[in-house]
């Protein structure tokens, strides 16, 4: 569950009043930063040096990695396997990111004009829970409750399908290599709306009803004002999600765990998942560090991009 | 005038999509309650003629659920209360000390928060090896009580950063030190942003999935949420264990968000509304 958009974070600040006593006072709180930055330093730097490290060297978790300088690289622009994963990242992508925001997007914008001007806040609310539920269910209980939705024999859908005359529907929905993958993209976006929903709805709160009555009064009808009003208004919130979701979408491991575990046959595999069974069952270490340091950079930029755009929008409020 | 005529057809075509976002729990609670012999003889979508209780019991049982809901509260409770102090004490320098170079560090937070945990994974695998620390609960809390801080550093940076600085300044010609300003006036002011961020990181705690995976391979040890997966993985359950694994596992994700849903959607509107 991501949540939160800070797009306030005030990276810049303002300058403190200059003073003659003030940089003595200011420094000496670095000493609260102590604590966190030995324990930064424990958890996140060394083992991400390490692992970078380890990426250049041949190592099969004992004994002592061999170097081997870019061979890991070259290696992986070979492997078939390598590309696989990372094309079936582009359609986690569209599952977790570009759909969910679409889908959130309208929903927000129905709620919020509709239901919650009409129907009271509370029918909103409700509204609003059931499309959020998703969210806080843990990856692999979601997974559970889908695998067996979407099992093959007995499974809900298939049976569904045959309670309503479509029968010849059925598929083994997570075992056939041709479907799998957008199986698991399905019970992504079911996972995934309700964040961008949530964001959006509260987002939908600072646009100014006046433009909106002002729109209705010239004849403007619901779909032109949710394109020239309200999509223009919450730009800010769809930039964000998308990025967050983008980058949450990059990192998918527990979904592919449970539901496929990357199979049948590599259909579903993600960059992620083929580097935790390249570390773990196959323990080529050097190998999977590789992997998963060229996920790291992807991630990073995405993330670059991310700060870019939220500073960016901080100063167009400002404006 | 279309508008008003338009309500009920959107209202319904609304709760017709919400109904699809909840019926998977629907579904998962009906079956979890039949017998094994009703499923099999009438299917999943039949409603159940009884309760039957005994497939919960006895999963509850192989899998020793109390325990493993045991660790889950240990871990991501003392996640929560850790990561959030940790939180308060890096926020505070950044935000209210104002010290130099604050930019550089609260992006380096942020990255830090971005980082994919596959790119820390086998390094902190190995390295808890080494530390005699593999397998064990502490492992899992000191390594997510970092991660998680990452997110809250950066939160509570920009609330920090727009405090009100004549309190800070008030209580210092007062004669109280940096400790009792940051004890007695930043955190009892920002309880509220304090209380969202103990919920947020309890919850993504309770939910994290790969790090638990490696690090906590034995029973006692594991989460709900690992213990679940691993199940899953196995495939060996059939369909009423299936049932009782996914209501058992989506009962205390249903009750999170029920007694923290109005946090929730504060913690929601703190970052949005700013």
């Given at each position: 569950m991501t949540v939160t958009v800070e797009r306030g974070a005030r990276t810049g600040g303002g300058q403190p009043p200059a003073g003659p006593r003030r940089p003595r006072t200011r420094d000496s709180y670095a000493l609260f930063l102590l604590p966190g930055f030995l324990a930064f330093t424990a958890i996140i730097i060394v083992p991400f040096l390490m692992n970078t490290g380890v990426s250049f060297t041949e190592w099969q978790g004992i004994g002592s990695p061999k170097w081997t300088g870019l061979a890991n690289y070259r290696d992986l622009l070979d492997d078939s396997e390598f590309w696989a994963s990372f094309r079936h990242s582009l359609f986690m992508v569209v599952a977790m990111a570009v759909v969910p925001?679409?889908?959130?997007?309208?929903?927000?914008?129905?709620?919020?004009?509709?239901?919650?001007?009409h129907f009271?806040?509370?029918?909103?609310?409700?509204?609003?829970?059931?499309?959020?539920?998703?969210?806080v269910l843990p990856i692999a209980v979601a997974g559970i409750v889908w695998s067996w939705i979407l099992a093959p024999d007995n499974g809900s859908l298939n049976e569904l399908l045959k309670a309503v005359g479509l029968g010849s529907w059925q598929q083994d929905w997570l075992g056939d290599p041709d479907i799998a993958l957008y199986s698991v993209m399905g019970v992504m976006v079911w996972v995934q709306i309700g964040f961008p929903l949530v964001v959006f709805m509260a987002g939908l709160q600072r646009v100014d009803p006046q433009l909106h009555e002002a729109a209705e009064l010239?004849?403007?009808?619901?779909?032109?004002?949710?394109?020239?009003?309200?999509?223009?208004?919450?730009?800010?919130?769809?930039?964000?999600?998308?990025t967050w979701c983008t980058i949450a979408a990059l990192k998918v491991f527990g979904a592919v765990y449970v539901l496929t575990k990357g199979g049948p046959g590599g259909a579903t595999d993600v960059p992620s998942y083929f580097s935790f069974t390249t570390f773990f069952e196959k323990t080529q270490v050097g190998y999977g560090a590789a992997i998963s340091t060229i996920l790291t950079v992807i991630i990073l930029a995405l993330s670059l991009i991310l700060l870019k755009l939220q500073t960016r929008s901080e100063e167009g409020d400002r404006a | 005038m279309t508008t008003a005529?338009?309500?009920?057809?959107?209202?319904?075509?609304?709760?017709?999509?919400?109904?699809?976002?909840?019926?998977?729990?629907?579904?998962?609670?009906?079956?979890?309650v039949k017998s094994p012999t009703e499923y099999s003889q009438n299917g999943p979508l039949s409603l159940p003629k009884g309760l039957y209780t005994t497939g919960l019991k006895d999963f509850w049982e192989r899998v020793d659920y109390g325990q493993k809901l045991f660790n889950s509260v240990l871990i991501s409770g003392s996640v929560a209360v850790l990561a959030a102090a940790l939180s308060v004490l890096n926020a505070y320098a950044i935000g209210i000390g104002r010290i130099k170079g604050r930019t550089w560090v609260l992006a380096f937070f942020v990255l830090a928060n971005m980082l994919p945990q596959e790119a820390l994974v086998y390094p902190v695998y190995y390295l808890s090896k080494q530390a005699g620390l593999y397998d064990t609960r502490l492992s899992v809390i000191i390594v997510f009580t970092v991660i998680q801080a990452a997110f809250g550093t950066y939160l509570l940076s920009s609330v920090l950063g727009q405090f009100p600085r004549e309190i800070i300044e008030a209580a210092r010609i007062d004669g109280a030190n940096k400790w009792q300003v940051l004890w007695r006036i930043v955190v009892p002011v920002s309880r509220p942003t304090i209380g969202v961020l103990l919920v947020f990181f309890f919850i993504w705690t309770w939910n994290e999935f790969l790090l638990p995976l490696v690090m906590l391979i034995s029973n006692d040890n594991q989460t709900v949420s690992v213990a679940l997966g691993v199940l899953q993985g196995q495939r060996l359950m059939d369909a009423t264990m299936t049932n009782a694994a996914a209501l058992l596992g989506v009962l205390p994700a249903l009750v999170f968000f029920l007694v923290f849903q109005r946090t929730l959607t504060r913690g929601i509107a703190v970052g949005a509304v700013k």
């Open positions: 925001t679409v889908i959130g997007l309208v929903l927000a914008a129905a709620l919020f004009d509709y239901v919650g001007k009271g806040g509370k029918v909103a609310a409700v509204l609003r829970a059931c499309f959020y539920l998703p969210q010239d004849g403007a009808g619901w779909w032109r004002r949710f394109w020239h009003i309200t999509l223009p208004q919450i730009r800010p919130e769809i930039y964000v999600v998308l | 005529l338009r309500r009920y057809p959107v209202l319904i075509a609304l709760c017709i999509a919400a109904l699809f976002m909840v019926v998977p729990f629907l579904i998962v609670a009906i079956n979890a």
